[in-house]
């Protein structure tokens, strides 16, 4: 056996091998602790703005280890349901929650498809949907588990589709075109979001994001679940449509509809266009600065907190799609890059977490070309 320590969780592993796949007999990812000390974050926040002790689904756990986190790194949990159809992995959870003492009131582990152990098991409060790939055949009994007001927490790590690598594979599970260019990664996490929201928007369910983040191999969502159909209709008429995109001069546009602008305004190219997808803001300030607050009392990674510093500057600037300087540069055709700092300065920019030399701007795009221009 091996062992490993995560946060307050001590795991006992059959195996660890040095390339991570879902072959492993239990899976356990080392570099996706940044994406369970979110899950902490989260659980912790939502106890704070529920007020109530909190019943959670881990429908896909592999080796419990987010489980036992939640249930040792948050306070009023009431229970946990942890699940996985892999019969390896539902001994391995015994063993680990048996391990790290957990008293046996506060967990039930299930051996189940995640759909149906969801749909038996519900209601929820928190549910983190945590799947080899893409998350979508889990999203709708997520969404049917979750009570009202309740979190969802979804991560894809079929970033490539989503990102334009494979469009086709993109507008076949999520419905969306996705679109390649420096911003792909947003673009991608906003097809995913868009995805979730229209899961829950054909039940009259409004499923709306309040963090985001991409990481290495993988996309991280959390949404919150309200009722009502007018709700769910304001965001669809806010909220969602496409991007349309200039490949030779970068303009770009949120459109309700992609079809009411077909040539570029600025150079007269064609245009290119990615979605439908969530435009609205994929990070809420209160989120963020609650886990600002918050992180100091969780034992979390280094790039947790790389990752919620740039998220804290980026929420200052909640608007969609943000620019690179090396392609500013190059469609400008200017041989010296100005800095980011400068940027940022001039443009009362703010960084990004998806790029180092990303920065985002309420300036108008036209503006923003004469005065990269001159810099
Ligand atoms: C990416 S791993 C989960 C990792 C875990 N959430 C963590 O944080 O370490 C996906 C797990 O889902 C399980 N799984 C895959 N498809 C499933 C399904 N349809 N129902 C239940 N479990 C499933 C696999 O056995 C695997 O343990
Ligand atoms: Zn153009």
Same mark, same amino acid.
């Given at each position: 056996?091996?062992?490993?320590?995560?946060?307050?969780?001590?795991?006992?592993?059959?195996?660890?091998?040095?390339?991570?796949?879902?072959?492993?007999?239990?899976?356990?990812?080392?570099?996706?602790?940044?994406?369970?000390?979110?899950?902490?974050?989260?659980?912790?926040?939502?106890?704070?703005?529920?007020?109530?002790?909190?019943?959670?689904?881990?429908?896909?756990?592999?080796?419990?280890?987010?489980?036992?986190?939640?249930?040792?790194?948050?306070?009023?949990?009431?229970?946990?349901?942890?699940?996985?159809?892999?019969?390896?992995?539902?001994?391995?959870?015994?063993?680990?929650?048996? #391990?790290?003492? @957990?008293?046996?009131?506060? /967990?039930? &582990? +299930?051996?189940?498809? *995640?759909?149906?152990?969801?749909?038996?098991?519900?209601?929820?409060?928190?549910?983190?949907?945590?799947?080899?790939?893409?998350?979508?055949?889990?999203?709708?009994?997520?969404?049917?588990?979750?009570?009202?007001?309740?979190?969802?927490?979804?991560?894809?790590?079929?970033?490539?589709?989503?990102?334009?690598?494979?469009?086709?594979?993109?507008?076949?599970?999520?419905?969306?075109?996705?679109?390649?260019?420096?911003?792909?990664? #947003?673009?991608? @996490?906003?097809?995913?979001? /868009?995805? &979730? +929201?229209?899961?829950? *928007?054909?039940?009259?369910?409004?499923?709306?994001?309040?963090?985001?983040?991409?990481?290495?191999?993988?996309?991280?969502?959390?949404?919150?679940?309200?009722?009502?159909?007018?709700?769910?209709?304001?965001?669809?008429?806010?909220?969602?449509?496409?991007?349309?995109?200039?490949?030779?001069?970068?303009?770009?546009?949120?459109?309700?509809?992609?079809?009411?602008?077909?040539?570029?305004?600025?150079?007269?190219?064609?245009?290119?266009?990615?979605?439908?997808?969530?435009?609205?803001?994929?990070?809420?300030?209160?989120?963020?600065?609650?886990?600002?607050?918050?992180?100091?009392?969780?034992?979390?990674?280094?790039?947790?907190?790389?990752?919620?510093?740039?998220?804290?500057?980026?929420?200052?600037?909640?608007?969609?799609?943000?620019?690179?300087?090396?392609?500013?540069?190059?469609?400008?055709?200017?041989?010296?890059?100005?800095?980011?700092?400068?940027?940022?300065?001039?443009?009362?920019?703010?960084?990004?977490?998806?790029?180092?030399?990303?920065?985002?701007?309420?300036?108008?795009?036209?503006?923003?070309?004469?005065?990269?221009?001159?810099?």
């Amino acid at each position: 056996m091996k062992v490993i320590t995560e946060g307050t969780a001590k795991i006992l592993l059959p195996s660890l091998p040095e390339n991570i796949s879902s072959d492993m007999p239990v899976f356990y990812n080392p570099r996706m602790r940044v994406n369970r000390d979110f899950t902490v974050l989260m659980v912790r926040y939502l106890t704070k703005v529920l007020g109530r002790c909190l019943k959670i689904a881990d429908p896909l756990a592999g080796s419990g280890v987010r489980a036992i986190r939640i249930l040792k790194e948050t306070d009023r949990i009431d229970i946990v349901c942890v699940n996985d159809r892999d019969s390896r992995a539902v001994e391995n959870i015994k063993m680990n929650f048996e #391990e790290n003492c @957990i008293k046996e009131n506060r /967990y039930r &582990i +299930f051996h189940e498809d *995640a759909n149906i152990f969801l749909r038996k098991e519900g209601k929820f409060d928190y549910i983190d949907v945590d799947p080899f790939g893409s998350p979508v055949g889990f999203i709708e009994s997520a969404i049917l588990s979750l009570k009202k007001g309740g979190m969802l927490g979804v991560t894809a790590t079929d970033t490539a589709p989503l990102s334009g690598t494979y469009p086709d594979v993109c507008i076949r599970r999520y419905g969306s075109k996705p679109l390649k260019t420096e911003f792909y990664h #947003e673009t991608g @996490i906003r097809i995913l979001i /868009y995805k &979730i +929201f229209s899961q829950g *928007a054909q039940f009259d369910f409004s499923l709306t994001p309040v963090f985001s983040y991409s990481y290495l191999h993988h996309f991280r969502v959390f949404l919150v679940k309200d009722k009502g159909a007018k709700l769910t209709n304001r965001n669809i008429h806010k909220n969602t449509g496409y991007i349309v995109f200039c490949h030779a001069c970068l303009y770009r546009s949120c459109l309700r509809d992609k079809c009411s602008m077909l040539k570029c305004p600025l150079c007269g190219e064609m245009l290119d266009y990615a979605g439908p997808l969530w435009i609205g803001p994929i990070f809420h300030r209160d989120v963020v600065d609650y886990f600002s607050k918050d992180i100091g009392s969780v034992n979390v990674s280094r790039e947790t907190y790389k990752i919620l510093n740039l998220i804290k500057e980026e929420s200052k600037v909640n608007v969609p799609f943000f620019y690179t300087l090396s392609s500013l540069a190059k469609v400008l055709k200017k041989g010296r890059v100005p800095s980011l700092n400068k940027v940022l300065r001039e443009f009362e920019g703010v960084r990004t977490h998806f790029s180092g030399e990303g920065f985002r701007t309420r300036m108008d795009y036209k503006e923003l070309r004469e005065k990269f221009s001159v810099l």
